[in-house]
């Protein structure tokens, strides 16, 4: 979450107040999450917010030279109307609007906030003006309180160098834990029958520990957050030793680095984190490299070539500008928004038939299609709905919270957005959807494989080969239900 919006004026003082009661979301237990960056001026009436159950504002921000270094600010003039759009409109609809706060950014003191006791007060005044009800009319230019329904936390990344500009210390988990323990105490305290929300947009690693390496035991977090947002993109960058995907949804060993959904949710649960806490991170957008070979010839054809190690410019919207409240260098980024790749390059509705000079391919290991293009060795990883879709299979195989997606405004008529909304699906149909045939000549190596045979859905219990799926007691298919 590497984009982020500039926040310039303080949040007033807010009075406490009881809040509204918000309706409550019709679709089920499951999640879809859209994180909203305001700068691209996506006009808040034409978000769909039927297909939301949350929209994260992104972002409020904290930043050194800011009058108070250790509050959260978003700009009155250009962002309040928006915060207040978005929030009337999604409360119509039954759609939580959540404040994010911090981001690749907007995350420079919280390592000082969370180190000291009376910073740490001060800063939950100022978040908790996101969730009072403003008590100063709607024309309030300031107003004491934003009525939102929570705040995503979004310390990018506790114990961990982030942007250049971030304070970093081996003791940001551990006061980290403290901060959202006295979050968690405040929200309840003041909004006891209205429950509001504390998410956190985090790595595919948990939280850095003293040693700067992940913690394996993340367990004393459980109780303070709803759930974590867990971003499984920028995997591959221009930081990576070769080409590789973006958003893989599983990893082998090698080539590439072994990061993937899978490998993100094995981890987090390996150190004792519930999978319904956790909601899968989903990008709407792609990124591009400069490859030092022609990627169309190898042999075997491969996504995992040498590059420059400096992404070109992407899509018509990427830019080289530098960041006003860090200065991290002039550089692209090498992204291309699925809507600009749906413009530009995939513009053809079958989305396999990319414009002249593009040749687009599928990776069956990562599930996840790339594009090349040889006159300047422009490989592109991302997304498309048929890798959404196997990620949203996964997500409910998994029995995850749901998915959430950076950005919401790179889509493309909502293309992806509808794809990530079959998370809803419950029926048969949607339970089966993308799982492979079984064969009686296919090796299922890791229990609780789905295949679909004679009109049902089956999962094996242990490593088999040319069982037919039966059902009986002692048999390596255990039968899950109608397709
Ligand atoms: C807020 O401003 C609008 C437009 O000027 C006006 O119609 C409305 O009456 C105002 N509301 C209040 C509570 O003053
Ligand atoms: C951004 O890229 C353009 C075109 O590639 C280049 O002319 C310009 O100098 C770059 N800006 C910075 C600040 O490096
Ligand atoms: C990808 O692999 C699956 C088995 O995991 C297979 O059923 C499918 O046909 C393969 N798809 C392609 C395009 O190779």
Redesign the pocket.
Known sequence: MKLSSIVLAAIGVAVALAAPTIPPASKGDKAVIGYFEPLHGFPIDKFDFDKYTHINYAFGAMWKGAPDPYVIYVDYATEGPKIKELVRRGHTKGVKIIMSIGGWYGSQTFSEVAADPTKRKKWIESAMAFLRPNTLGENATIPDGWNMDGLDIDWEFPGRPGAVCNTVSPTDTANYLLLLQEVRAQMDLEFPTNHKTITSAVSIFPWAGADGNPLTDIRAFISVFDWVNIMVYDVHGPWSASTGPNAPLYNAPAPGDPFSAQQAIDTWTAAGWPKDKIALGTPFYGRAFTATVDMNTRDPITQYAPHTGVAP?GGPSDS?A?FALCDEG?QYWGFWNWGEIRENILTDDSLTAPTAGWKRYWDNTTKTPWLFRESDSMYISYDDPTSMSLKVDFARLQGLKGLFMWEAQMDYKDELLTVLNQIHCSSAACVCNNVDAWTSTAVYEQPSTKVTYNGRLWTNKWWTRGETPSGTEWGAWKDTGAC
């Open positions: 410019k080289n530098t002039a």
